[in-house]
């Protein structure tokens, strides 16, 4: 009776990790689909089924009308007016002279999806267009003496932001005083700018210069518990993930506490943030309804005397959040700028899994090649425990049959049965738990892997072999659908991929190798054991699942050498086995 409610429970229980997996898999893992009901509204308000289209990990415009219409807006915006072309290694884009707003950027490093010919990642985009985000640089002060967004600034004939040739836009008000920025970018994502004004006047000059960032959250990725995305800063040196969109648009504003290091937004690849240089600036977030929201850093007001002059100078980076480029930005000034990457509370674990992953891919040019060499280096480092392991096994099978002595004696008292258990335990110094040392010490090596996929865009588009595009994303092809030959989506749980069934079978075969259980419920549960795993890791990234193949497969052989080394290990798994096979044909 006990057993076959052990069954039913590890039944009922299987059914809800898998229905549960699935929600999860689709709240960290959410595709980009049009529900039909949203579909319907979507010609009567564009604004609101776009919103209510869940985002995804990449972000980006989810929305198929606007991703039309942001392509059209892109094309008319982009042609109307002077610009200042932008043209580096890691960015290209434009400024658009009218404002100073630097609204057309692309990365020339990253596509959009893993077709070769989808075209560099967007990150900023004209104001009123549908991905609209962009950064300005300018001056609060009295009407008619400082620039404003219908400023047109120029810049000399010809003029072409780059590396080698930095530009400066000039503004004349007419009235004695002269504004200029000028504009620096370096090889990667990061833009310098230097706002200087002159009074030449006959009177003071109030003024009050200010960096932001604006942009719409409709474009945001997906900001769950374990990867942060939106409001993001540092202040006093402490980099604060606590604040996102919601908590903005409540509050209308958003005053951080402290010294503003930096202040931005960012999604779980990309990121735009300004940061003061050498002053003092206050740093706030804004809603600015329908859907948009801004970013401020603002200087202390100054007041210029006839003749004076001020000048300050603040870094735009707009880009992606790329660790090697991050952390040389935090060895120029920006503080703790590798920290905007959401590792968590466990980065000290994370990081080095990281730095390793990143250099054996360097090593080897194949992501998941480094994946495996992982595996092979972290199960090597456990060698020696799973060696301990194995002879505790081995302690544990020599008093096996004083333990069924003490179950028959005592089957009557559990609990006297268990304290009997436990003084054996003691008096033979054996340690049931030493086996399971390994799979646990695997567990905080599986978790930083699976963050290093979930937030590192180093991992983000790299292929394995065959049909493994993208490493980070789930399994492509599905069994169930013939591999896309039936027009047939099937849900999370049963997206049974290759890797997902390998992942199975050799977790079978693993778990073959294990000593029988003395309870027939227990085996009966190792025994479902890998096929319930493969359901649940088939939406899990495609990478997680290739190394957690390979440990079973060095598993797998690591075991069949132990059990040379210790062959009573073999004959008692054997004798178990026969033993427990008779007994199932006797109740037969």
């Known amino acids: 009776m006990n057993n076959q409610r052990n069954m039913i429970l590890a039944a009922l229980l299987t059914v809800l990790v898998l229905f549960g997996s699935q929600y999860g898999m689709n709240y960290f893992y959410p595709q980009p689909k049009v529900p039909a009901k949203v579909a319907e509204q979507q010609v009567a308000d564009p604004a ?5 289209i869940k985002p995804t990990r990449e972000g980006g415009i989810r929305d198929a009308a606007d991703q039309a219409l942001e392509a059209k807006d892109l094309k008319t915006e982009l042609a109307t007016g002077p610009r200042l072309p932008i043209s580096a290694p890691g960015v290209s884009g434009s400024v658009n002279l009218k404002g100073a707003v630097i609204d057309d950027l692309v990365l020339n490093r990253h596509r959009e999806t893993v077709e070769k010919n989808s075209g560099p990642v967007r990150i900023y985009s004209p104001a009123g267009t549908p991905a609209q985000e962009f950064a300005q640089f300018g001056w609060v002060g009295a009407a008619g003496t400082t620039p404003t967004g219908d400023t047109l600034w120029t810049v000399p004939a010809g003029a072409k932001l780059t590396p080698q040739t930095p530009v400066t836009l000039t503004w004349d008000n007419g009235r004695g005083q002269t504004f200029g920025i000028t504009l620096k ?5 990061l833009i310098t700018a230097t706002q200087t004004v002159a009074n030449r006047a006959g009177g003071p000059l109030q003024v009050q210069p200010f960096a932001l960032v604006n942009r719409t959250d409709l474009t945001a990725s997906l900001d769950s518990w374990q990867v942060h995305a ?33 202040i931005g937004f960012t999604d779980v690849y990309w990121m ?24 401020d850093l603002v200087y202390d007001q100054s007041v210029l005397q006839p003749g004076q002059s001020l000048s300050r100078t603040t870094k735009l980076f707009a880009g ?20 905007s990457i959401d590792w968590g509370w466990f980065r000290w674990f994370e990081k080095p899994i990281f730095w390793l992953l990143n250099s054996l891919f360097h090593m080897v040019s194949n992501f998941g090649v480094a994946i495996i060499l992982l595996t092979l280096i972290v199960r090597g480092v456990m060698f020696p425990i799973a060696q301990r392991g194995f002879a505790s096994m081995a302690a544990m099978r020599a008093i096996q049959p004083k333990m069924k002595a003490i179950q028959e004696r005592y089957k009557d008292d559990k609990a006297r049965q268990q304290q009997e258990i436990m003084q054996l335990y003691k008096q033979e110094g054996v340690n049931p738990l030493a086996g399971c040392l390994p799979m646990f010490l695997q567990i905080p090596v599986f978790f930083a892997l699976y963050k290093t996929l979930t937030l590192s865009i180093e991992m983000r588009h790299q292929p394995f072999v065959l049909w493994i595009k993208d490493l980070s994303a789930p399994d492509p092809l599905h069994i169930i659908n013939l591999f896309g030959l039936i027009p047939f989506d099937p849900p999370a749980y049963l997206g049974i991929g290759i890797l997902a069934l390998l992942l199975g079978v050799t977790m079978f075969l693993q778990f073959r190798l294990n000593p029988t259980q003395m309870d027939p419920a227990q085996q009966q549960i190792f025994n479902l054991m890998p096929w319930f795993m493969m359901f649940v890791m088939a939406p899990y990234p495609a990478g997680l699942l290739l190394y957690w193949i390979t440990s079973n497969i060095l598993t797998i052989a690591q075991q069949k050498y132990l059990y040379s080394r210790h062959p009573q290990l073999k004959a008692q798994a054997k004798q178990d086995a026969e033993t427990a096979k008779a007994k199932k044909g006797a109740k037969a």
């Not at 993930?241 to 648009?249: A, E, I």
């Open 48 to 52: 609101a089924a776009a919103s209510a």
């Open 185 to 189: 970018i370096d090889d990667n994502y």
């Open 230 to 262: 939106g409001p993001i800063g540092a202040y006093d040196g402490s980099v604060s993930f606590g604040t996102n969109y919601k908590d903005v648009v409540a509050a209308q504003q958003v005053k951080e506490a402290g010294q503003t290091n930096w």
């Open 272 to 295: 735009s943030v300004v940061a003061p240089v050498d002053a003092k600036a206050a740093g706030s977030f804004r809603a600015l309804g329908n859907d948009l929201f801004r970013a």
């Open 320 to 339: 992606a959040k790329e660790y090697d480029v991050l952390a040389a930005y935090e060895k120029q000034g920006l503080t703790n700028f590798d920290l």
